[in-house]
Structures are given as structure tokens and as C-alpha cells.
């Protein structure tokens, strides 16, 4: 007699890394319910998929109650945004409530108690809380700087020719959504060896800026030029582009890690190969990928006239407040706030040696 696969549910169904779980996991053969926000585009593709697509509020105990319904293991994504320490707490009480095997759950390299980032912090804090479930098994995804987010600027990287990051001379190994996904899906279809283990995916190879300007020069076929930015423009740049303020509030602190080179210590892990079975994609194979999907990556004038009408409003603004906004929204500061290299405890709990 065939034994029925579990049904695994999917948070954030519809994002950088929900969508190629749920994906991955379909291939594998189990079912899949995707927890989306709203009924769009990306919840419709779900569903050609085969996923079973539930729209709910993840800050909604009731709503994640429902969507775990004769589902028994799960992966959890915690919402962009604020209060995203609430709806970590609501998703536990859930599970624990449904009694769900095993949970993986995406956190982040940087996570410790005292940096900057509320975001971080509350990241910290889930991932302590979350091992309390007395009948849930837990695997902790804890990735870095995604390569995804270079393409943020990718308009002005093709129309311009300019790479525009405040990266300074950091490094990373980026990696791919598409191996962030086999991962998560791997401590899901088989999780008994990965219970109570983090893993870090990233990519195979630690880039410099320049390095990362170069792959975009040859996929894209002309000149481009990193150009070291600074903090203060990405604010702007981010506002321009209609990011909200609390996400902006928190990125804009990572580059501080980046700059530090956060992202190189311990970097590359050989995660996605271990639970895959195959090599984790370089940077230039995510490149080409990406840039075919991307209208604006095609040179045309209105694509450059675009891309300069952006950067030229992002110059000409006035820099927002990002401390104050922190300040107004009541975020609980810290009188000894320290970033990821620069704190012991960090180093530590990630097992890294004072000499990086």
C-alpha cells in the first residue's frame, strides 16, 4: 500500500523564496498549501502549479489555524515589515496547536541580539522561542545577502552602465531563490536528519563588487562600472521607488554589515550541494536567468530615459529621516548597538574565529 505524502504549507507562497519551495516541493510529489496575502497573478501561477492556494493574514492566528488544517509540516517566512515578531508568535502557537511534525523556519546570518535592526533582533528572538514548541521539530534557514537584490538596480545597471550599491569592498556569495528553494525543500521532503540544525546557502564563489559589475557586463553585452554609493542614496533611490519606510529603515543597515564584510565570514557553505545533491548556481547562471525575465534590462531609449529619470529625482531629493521615522514608529532603540562582525556573541554562536 503507497503511503500518502504530508501536506506541507507553504508562508509567503508567493515570494523570493515561498514560490520556489512550493515549486520544488510539487516536483517532489507532495501537496502543497500556499499561504498567500491577496488574490493577484502570482497566487493564479500557484494554482496552474497544483499548489492548493489559501489566502490569509499571517499576523491572524485564526487565519493560520485554517491554513494549517490537515497539514503537517510547514515553512515559515515572517513578513517584511513591522511586527514581524507577532506573526512568528502567532505561526508558533498554530503549529503547536495542529501538532505539526516539523517546521523550517528563514532567518537571517546577521541575527543577534543587540544590532541596530529591530528586524534582526526580532528575527533573534524567534529563533530563540521557536525550539520551545514541545511537539515541533525545527530547521532554521539562516541566509545572507540574496543575489536577487542586485537586481533592484538593474534598470540603472543596463541603461547606464553604472553598478550603484553602497557595498564598499565587501564581499558575498550570493545566493540563488532557486537553490534557497531546494534547500527549504530538502529539510521538508526528508527533515529527520536536519532537525534542530541551521544551515546557510549561498552561493559557490565570494564576489567583490567589481566582480558582480563584470558578470553584469557580460551578460548584458556592454561596460558596466561598479560605483560605490553611499547609505543616504539608497534611502533615497529606495524611497523614489516606493519601498515602504520600515523596510527601508531596516535595509539601510545592512550595508553597514556588507561594507564590514559580514557576509564573507564563513562563506561559501557547500549547504546547497549537502542537501541538494547538486552545485549550488553561480552568480553569472543567476544573471542570465534573471536578465531574460526583466523588461528593463532591454536597451531601449525609453528604458534609459527611465532609468536616468530615477536616479536623477533620488540625487536631487532631500535624504528622509530614517532615525526619526524609527523614533516615531516607537522602535525600542539600543544604547549599545553593535553590527554582526563587531559583536562577540555573534562571532561566536556562528562559529567564527576573531580573524575572519
Not at 26 to 54: N, S, T
Not at 116 to 137: C, F, G, H, K, Y
Request: net charge neutral; hydrophobic share 40%; charged share 20%.
Amino acid at each position: 500500500m503507497t503511503k500518502t505524502k504530508p501536506t506541507i504549507l507553504v508562508t509567503s507562497g508567493a515570494g523570493n523564496t515561498g514560490r520556489p519551495v512550493t515549486q520544488s516541493l510539487l516536483q517532489a510529489g507532495f501537496p502543497v498549501r500556499a499561504m498567500v496575502r491577496r488574490e493577484d497573478e502570482r497566487a493564479r501561477k500557484l494554482r496552474e502549479l497544483g499548489a492548493d492556494v489559501v489566502v490569509g493574514n499571517l499576523f491572524d492566528v485564526r487565519d493560520l489555524r485554517s491554513a494549517m488544517r490537515g497539514v503537517q509540516r510547514a515553512y515559515f517566512v515572517a513578513p517584511h515589515g513591522p511586527n514581524g515578531l507577532h506573526a512568528s508568535m502567532a505561526f508558533a502557537v498554530a503549529a503547536q496547536e495542529a501538532k505539526l511534525e516539523t517546521v523550517t523556519t528563514l532567518s537571517q546570518w546577521l541575527s543577534h541580539p543587540g544590532h541596530p535592526s529591530l528586524a534582526t533582533r526580532e528575527l533573534w528572538l524567534a529563533d530563540q522561542i521557536s525550539p520551545w514548541m514541545p511537539n515541533v521539530d525545527v530547521v532554521q534557514i539562516t541566509p545572507g545577502w540574496f543575489a536577487w537584490t542586485y537586481f533592484l538596480v538593474l534598470d540603472v545597471i543596463a541603461q547606464l552602465g553604472v553598478f550603484p550599491m553602497a557595498l564598499g569592498q565587501g564581499r558575498n556569495a550570493p545566493p540563488s531563490n532557486e537553490d534557497m528553494g531546494a534547500v527549504v525543500a530538502a529539510t521538508l521532503v526528508d527533515p529527520a536528519p536536519h532537525v534542530g540544525k541551521a544551515y546557510r546557502p549561498t552561493g559557490p564563489k565570494l564576489l567583490t563588487p567589481e566582480e558582480i559589475a563584470a558578470t553584469f557586463a557580460r551578460v548584458l553585452g556592454r561596460d558596466v562600472k561598479y560605483a560605490p554609493s553611499s547609505v543616504d542614496m539608497f534611502v533615497k533611490a529606495a524611497t523614489v521607488a516606493g519601498f515602504p519606510a520600515h523596510d527601508i529603515s531596516q535595509v539601510r543597515l545592512y550595508f553597514t554589515d556588507y561594507q564590514q564584510d559580514a557576509f564573507a565570514l564563513g562563506a561559501p557553505t557547500t549547504v546547497v550541494r549537502e542537501l541538494t545533491g547538486r552545485e549550488a548556481e553561480d552568480f553569472e547562471t543567476i544573471c542570465r536567468r534573471y536578465v531574460e525575465q526583466r523588461p528593463e534590462a532591454i536597451p531601449t531609449l525609453g528604458n534609459k530615459m527611465a532609468a536616468l529619470g530615477r536616479l536623477l529625482r533620488a540625487m536631487l531629493m532631500r535624504t528622509p529621516d530614517m532615525d526619526f521615522f524609527a523614533r516615531e514608529q516607537n522602535h525600542p532603540p539600543l544604547s549599545d548597538a553593535v553590527f554582526a562582525k563587531g559583536s562577540q556573541e555573534w562571532r561566536s554562536s556562528h562559529q567564527l574565529h576573531a580573524n575572519g
